[in-house]
């Protein structure tokens, strides 16, 4: 499981004071793709990501990341993943995707948590 702390500062909020869908989106799909790099030792590309919106994202409060590998099928792997307000642990929005890893120098499994 990979583990990520973010936050939705206010520029870039989209209705009623909620996070923009389109940063909630990169925010999961940096989640996954950290998850694979976790789990595989290897940098990965997104094939396919499909987000599900839960309730609105807050702006201006910390957000928990959670993203975790679910199958290696050599070629490509699944991965899932959820955005949730970090205090309340309220989960904001969920992401599953296909991610295509490729073989890269000096890449060790969590070397991408920072």
């Known amino acids: 499981m990979y583990l990520i702390r973010c936050y939705t500062p206010a520029r870039v909020r989209g209705p009623a004071g909620a996070a923009h869908g389109g940063i909630v989106a990169a925010y999961l799909d940096e989640i996954l ?3 694979v ?3 595989t030792g290897r940098i990965s590309v997104t094939g396919e990501l499909t987000v599900r919106d839960v309730r609105p ?3 201006e409060t910390p957000l928990l990341g959670r993203g975790r ?3 290696d099928h050599g070629r490509y792997v699944d991965v899932e993943g959820s955005l949730e307000e970090f205090d309340a642990a309220r989960v904001v929005a969920t992401a599953r995707g296909r991610f295509f890893p490729f073989a890269t120098a000096g890449v ?3 070397s991408a948590a920072s």
């Open 33 to 35: 793709g950290a998850a």
């Open 37 to 39: 790099v976790r789990a």
């Open 57 to 59: 994202a807050p702006t």
């Open 69 to 71: 590998l679910v199958a």
């Open 108 to 110: 060790t499994p969590g």
